[in-house]
């Protein structure tokens, strides 16, 4: 079998692709340097522009990275792992020109994942008349440990950060090689699932990614109180602790000695050692709390799509509280926690179903109120919004109590249920299934072309500022202005109070999670 190849003239270099069902598609194009020895814990390096041309024919290396837990929902495939892994992936029609671009940044808690893993591959979304870009970064510890010496070694006095400072620089390629393949570096469209999503809220708090794109889309995103680099906030400690920490727990003596280190390894030890991989409010690359950003208009002024689905916590059991041993106790714990609000949060969460109060509690303040947070700041600013809640269930997914779980929505997207992992709940094959993929597809591939969602056969999706309409995706889509007032009112409510006391970390830590409040506050 003869597979047709292709060369794109992009300015920082050609590169071979192949034809693959009349889409151009180019694979593991190194957008940085490698990331390994003294670059490590580094700034990326943008990639010299070569004469010879780039075989474009494979995908690149993931970074390094902690498996998934066996048995997952995500567990998947990823066999090519290296710290070289700043590369990235394009799928385009033939003779596109001028087309809209659909960059897209994997989720994985910012610990791991790959722009190439089927279930977001980006073929089916291309033939709608759009570029797709996915991109690798870097993670887990390798991509967001913040340290004393780091710091030191930084014009800027800053550390961490570091994978969001490759998705920026994976921007900056796009916004200067892109027109190569037809695409317009005017309409790029950012997107993201779960730390995908909180990395597009990253990306509109970042000045250094103002003008690299047009538009953001965020799927299941969350803000949380992030901590600083050097200020103790929130009860977080700083992120320069949290990485002294981490060396001790290493037992290493220096961030030199921890460069010598085999990329893998460091991964997984660090996971081991419990390192959270987040953000870190430096001042520079992040210059505040995003939720502060959000809310003084401080962000990007683009349009944006987001939303959040119905069952979020099932396949995270590691975000849901424990579960108390009975009603009595559980109902004692909340009003411990929640004082003067403990019965409004007893009428959302009741006592009845332990386990299922408190994962609709952790995916209501996790992802839910980030998501009305964010859209009710943007608009605010009197920037268009739009908002859904996925609420699409099917037999398989609802017989293993996982209707509408955490990213059940990515298949109907990306048109890619038959490719998506071993264990993943796999829809029917039905004409209503392949209808509520055109839906979702066409309602995500028309925002990226002109801001505006639509979809044929599908209701008008109207702006979150028209009283707060949200597209409900249930079995079919509909309209609604009747979800989550009294749920964003009380978290939010709950919220600000521990922003406001400035010493309890507020978003992930809810229900009988919660911080009990200190004696003075009682």
């Not at 029609?93 to 722009?115: C, S, T």
């Amino acid at each position: 079998m003869t597979i047709e190849t292709l060369i794109a003239p992009f300015p920082a270099g050609p590169a071979k692709g192949q034809v693959e069902n009349e889409l151009a598609v180019y694979r593991g194009i190194p957008y940085a340097l490698p990331p390994a020895g003294e670059r490590r814990w580094r700034p990326p390096v943008t990639v010299p522009d070569r004469t010879e041309i780039f075989d474009a024919t494979a995908f690149g290396p993931a970074c390094p990275q902690p498996l998934r837990r066996k048995g997952s929902v995500y567990e998947c495939e990823i066999p090519d792992k290296d710290e070289d892994c700043l590369n990235l992936n394009i799928w385009a029609p033939e003779d596109a020109k001028g087309l809209p671009v659909f960059v897209w940044i994997h989720g994985g808690n910012l610990l791991r994942g790959a722009g190439s893993e089927a279930l977001t591959d980006g073929a089916a979304l291309a033939r709608r008349g759009q570029i797709v870009v996915t991109i690798n970064y870097r993670l887990n510890v390798l991509g967001y440990l913040a340290h004393p010496e780091l710091s030191a070694e930084s014009d800027d006095s800053v550390s961490g950060n570091y994978g969001l400072l490759d998705q920026i620089a994976a921007l900056e390629w796009v916004q200067r090689n892109i027109a190569a393949v037809g695409g317009d570096p005017a309409n790029v469209t950012v997107a993201g699932e779960s730390a995908g999503a909180l990395s597009v809220y990253y990306l509109l708090c970042a000045p250094a990614a103002k003008g690299l794109f047009a538009r953001a889309i965020a799927q299941s995103g969350h803000i949380c109180s992030a901590q600083h680099l050097k200020e103790n906030r929130y009860g977080m400690g700083t992120g320069e602790d949290a990485g002294e920490r981490l060396l001790a727990a290493l037992g290493a003596n220096s961030i030199d000695e921890l460069r010598g280190w085999d990329a893998q390894d460091l991964s997984l030890a660090a996971d081991k050692a419990g390192f959270a991989a987040q953000g870190v409010v430096d001042g520079v690359v992040l210059p505040d709390q995003p939720l502060t950003l959000f809310r003084t208009g401080q962000t990007a002024q683009v349009p944006s799509l987001a939303g959040f689905n119905a069952r979020e916590i099932p396949t995270l059991e590691f975000l849901a509280p424990p579960v108390p041993e009975n009603a009595a106790t559980y109902e004692t714990m909340i009003r411990e926690r929640y004082g003067d609000l403990s019965e409004r949060f007893l009428a959302l969460y009741p006592s009845d179903d332990l386990r299922r109060s408190g994962e609709n509690a952790a995916g209501d303040a996790l992802f839910g109120w980030t998501v009305l947070s964010a859209a009710k700041a943007q608009i605010a600013n009197g920037l268009p919004v739009f908002v859904y809640y996925f609420d699409h269930g099917y037999p398989e997914a609802d017989d293993r109590g996982l209707h509408a779980f955490h990213a059940s929505e990515l298949p109907y997207v990306f048109d890619t249920m038959r490719q998506s992992p071993p264990a993943w709940p796999k829809a029917p094959d039905t004409p209503e299934e392949a209808e509520t993929t055109r839906i979702i597809a066409d309602y995500w591939t028309s925002f990226t072309r002109d801001g505006a969602p639509a979809a044929e056969n599908a209701p008008d999706w109207p702006d979150y500022s028209d009283n707060d309409a949200i597209l409900h995706f249930a079995q079919t889509p509909s309209v609604r202005r009747d979800l989550f007032q009294d749920m964003y009112a009380l978290i939010d409510q709950d919220f600000e109070r521990r922003r406001a006391a400035g010493n309890i970390p507020w978003n992930w830590l809810v229900g009988v999670a919660t911080p009990l409040p200190a004696p003075a506050d009682v």
